[in-house]
């Protein structure tokens, strides 16, 4: 079964940290990865997609890895600011289901502390 | 400029209800998706459409029926509503290009509780 797993659930962070948020997938093979952002009341908001065949992809202070070979993606924040507490989903379209169907990991939380 | 719509944003209904959720998207993608986000924010796909055809079609019980009567309106008709039919459902859209840069754009959710 195809699955995307996010550790940790929640993360509480003082403002200004530089962090990490994690996301691990049970097939290598894919097409890509994708990160969302859901603020509270709200939809998500796509925020990077990293395809097959790249390592990395950036966007401003973001800055999302894959490793297909061991399953996982990192996304890193740098110098948070309280503007970006929301929960962080990760997104994989794995190759045997077609490019546009999507299996999200249930999420971490971000609260970034003034 | 809304990207994707949804209405109503809340929904309050009783069991046994037959009720509709509407979605439109302005971006002139080709592809539609509805997702189920339940109580533990899990969020899964449930149906999806592409040019008006029905692409994906997960597990779901057959009260909830997709509509798509142009590339830019999906709509969710679900009868004989349930409790655990509450949930906040998602419409999305993208582009279908099967190359992996499908960037999928998502609407703000309608909350849906049944009583």
């Known amino acids: 079964k195809q699955e995307v797993t996010q550790i940790p659930a929640a993360l509480s962070v003082p403002e200004g940290e530089n962090l990490v948020l994690n996301c691990s997938f049970t097939?290598?093979?894919?097409?890509?990865l994708q990160w969302f952002r859901q603020d509270p009341g709200k939809g998500l908001t796509s925020l990077l997609l990293i395809q097959s065949s790249q390592r990395e992809q950036t966007s401003g202070r973001l800055n999302a890895s894959l490793d297909k070979s061991s399953g996982r993606s990192t996304l890193y924040i740098a110098a948070s600011q309280p503007g970006d507490s929301a929960t962080y989903l990760c997104a994989v379209s794995f190759s045997g289901a077609g490019s546009y169907q999507l299996t999200f990991g249930k999420g971490t939380k971000l609260s970034v502390i003034p | 400029d809304t990207a994707v719509s949804q209405t109503p944003k809340y929904l309050v209904t009783q069991m046994g209800n037959d009720k509709s959720i509407k979605c439109e998207q302005n971006?002139?993608?080709?592809?539609m998706y509805w997702y189920k986000q339940d109580s533990k924010k899990f969020l899964k796909i449930m149906f999806s459409y592409n040019n008006k055809e029905l692409i994906i079609n997960e597990t779901v019980p057959n009260r909830f029926s997709p509509k798509s009567p142009d590339k830019a309106h999906l709509n969710l008709h679900i009868n004989s509503l349930e409790l655990g039919d509450s949930a906040v459902y998602f419409c999305a859209s993208s582009r279908y290009l099967g190359t992996g840069q499908e960037t999928q754009y998502f609407g703000p959710g309608t909350r849906l509780l049944v009583l």
């Open positions: 097939d290598s093979a894919i097409y890509n």
């Open positions: 971006l002139g993608h080709d592809t």
